[in-house]
């Protein structure tokens, strides 16, 4: 009997950032050792001045941003898959997305998926920024009924200083 039926999945919410490289391979670890399959969720956010479309030059306004954040999930996917080969997880990992404000669509298809863990990066602002910007990840853990694990990707000497 394969009681890996039985295992609810985790779900890497990415943006395509470091702190998603960094996520991705966190929940790679996790999966190993629990056996659990892998969602990866990208959450597509209209700007306010292009809904629905991703201007690629001042006047272009033709490019659908689904179709804008599929390519770059599969270019996202591809460069992982080359940059850690120990991705194995890749080649049986959903992709998926949804439109939205990142934190409650996040939360959303979670319990639609009824995953056991959420993983996110994050770029761990603080200060001014962070009372302004405030953080994705943050949000998703305070409003998630499931366990958030945020992970910062690891930063270089110049970056930290800023």
Same mark, same amino acid.
């Given at each position: 009997?394969?009681?890996?039926?039985?295992?609810? #999945?985790?779900?890497?919410?990415?943006?395509?950032?470091?702190?998603? +490289?960094?996520?991705?391979?966190? !929940? %790679? /670890?996790?999966? $190993?050792?629990?056996?659990?399959?892998?969602?990866?969720?990208?959450?597509?956010?209209?700007?306010?001045?292009? #809904?629905?479309?991703?201007?690629?030059?001042?006047?272009?306004?033709? +490019?659908?941003?689904?179709?804008? !954040? %599929? /390519?770059?999930? $599969?270019?996202?996917?591809?460069?992982?898959?080359?940059?850690?080969?120990?991705?194995?997880?890749?080649?049986?990992?959903?992709?998926?997305?949804?439109?939205?404000?990142?934190?409650?669509?996040?939360?959303?298809?979670?319990?639609?998926?009824?995953?056991?863990?959420?993983?996110?990066?994050?770029?761990?602002?603080?200060?001014?920024?962070?009372?302004?910007?405030?953080?994705?990840?943050?949000?998703?853990?305070?409003?998630?009924?499931?366990?958030?694990?945020?992970?910062?990707?690891?930063?270089?000497?110049?970056?930290?200083?800023?």
């Amino acid at each position: 009997m394969d009681d890996t039926k039985d295992i609810k #999945p985790v779900l890497v919410a990415i943006d395509f950032s470091a702190d998603s +490289e960094a996520a991705l391979l966190w !929940a %790679n /670890r996790y999966i $190993k050792q629990n056996h659990a399959p892998l969602i990866i969720l990208h959450v597509v956010h209209d700007p306010a001045d292009a #809904p629905g479309f991703y201007r690629k030059e001042k006047d272009d306004w033709t +490019e659908p941003l689904a179709a804008v !954040a %599929n /390519r770059m999930a $599969k270019e996202f996917v591809k460069e992982m898959e080359s940059k850690h080969p120990e991705l194995s997880c890749l080649k049986e990992t959903r992709i998926e997305f949804v439109s939205g404000l990142p934190p409650g669509r996040i939360v959303e298809f979670a319990k639609k998926e009824q995953v056991q863990l959420i993983v996110m990066g994050s770029c761990g602002r603080s200060g001014i920024s962070h009372i302004l910007l405030g953080s994705v990840a943050e949000r998703v853990a305070q409003i998630s009924d499931v366990p958030v694990v945020i992970v910062k990707s690891p930063r270089n000497k110049e970056e930290k200083d800023d």
